[in-house]
Every structure is written in structure tokens, then in C-alpha cells.
């Protein structure tokens, strides 16, 4: 099996895992660390609705928190016919922690897009501006 498509799978299987009750929108995610590892996520939904956590930024901060500081693939899976793209706070938080990573973009039966990160955050708020 490639490498895309056991991260694609991985995806997929996470995704089967989504606490969204609230949405029933069931999103997977797998990152890819440069060591090949894979880190999965799944979105967790609250009564609060607000309190709500991206499968994305499942992934990131399962991945940060396990010792993984360099990433080179996400692959985001929802049930739908076009691709759907992470939202404004995990592109901000992709960007914080892989940088310009490939993102692919993927439903149940087939990948629909490919991009890279700087394509979906093309003028990021970023520690450079800090001066850090
Ligand atoms: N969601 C994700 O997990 N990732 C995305 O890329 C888009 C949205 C979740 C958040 C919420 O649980 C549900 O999908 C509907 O917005």
C-alpha cells in the first residue's frame, strides 16, 4: 500500500470515531510526522456547541503532545462530494506547528484535492512577526 493511501485510510477509519452528535458532519484526520509516523484525529463535539475541537486540531495536538515536532502530510476525510477544506482556526494552527505541508483533501471512496498550506493561509499571522 502507498503512503498516501495508508494515510488515507487511516483518515478514514479515525473518522468512523467522531464524537458529532451535534453536526453528525464526521470529519477524520491523519498527519504524517517526517519520520513517517502517523497521528490521527477525529472531530469531539460538546453541548456548547463552541467548545467544539476540529479532527485537524485533534491530530496537531495529539501529534505535539506524543514528542512529534515536524509534519509532512495531513489528510482530512468528510463524507461529502467536494472537498472539504480545514477551517480558519486549524489552517491557523497547521501553519503554527507544519508549516507549508501538503493537505489532501479526501471523502470516503476518493481523494478530491491536493494543496499546500500556503495556498490555504496565503498571508499567515505567524511568529515571524513577533520576532521570534
Ligand atoms: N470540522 C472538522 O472537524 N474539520 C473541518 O475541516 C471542518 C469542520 C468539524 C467541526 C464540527 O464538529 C463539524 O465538523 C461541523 O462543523
Known amino acids: 500500500m502507498a503512503a498516501s493511501d495508508k494515510l488515507v485510510a487511516a483518515a478514514r477509519a479515525v473518522r468512523e470515531r467522531a464524537a458529532a452528535d451535534y453536526s453528525g458532519f464526521k470529519v477524520g484526520a491523519a498527519l504524517e510526522t517526517r519520520a513517517g509516523d502517523i497521528v490521527t484525529g477525529c472531530n469531539v463535539e460538546n453541548a456548547t456547541y463552541g467548545l467544539t475541537i476540529c479532527a485537524e486540531r485533534v491530530a496537531v495536538f495529539k ?16 463524507d461529502t462530494e467536494s472537498p472539504t477544506p480545514p477551517c480558519g482556526a486549524c489552517r491557523q494552527i497547521l501553519w503554527e506547528f507544519g508549516g507549508d505541508i501538503e493537505v489532501i483533501l479526501a471523502n470516503l471512496t476518493e481523494v478530491k ?14 511568529r515571524r512577526l513577533l520576532g521570534s
Do not use: N, Q, Y
Not at 501529534?63 to 468528510?78: C, D, K, L, N, P
Not at 499546500?116 to 505567524?126: A, G, I, T
Open 63 to 78: 501529534a505535539i503532545s506524543e514528542g512529534h515536532r515536524e509534519f509532512t502530510r495531513i489528510v482530512i476525510v468528510a
Open 113 to 126: 484535492a491536493t494543496l499546500r498550506m500556503k495556498d490555504l493561509l496565503p498571508m499567515p499571522f505567524d
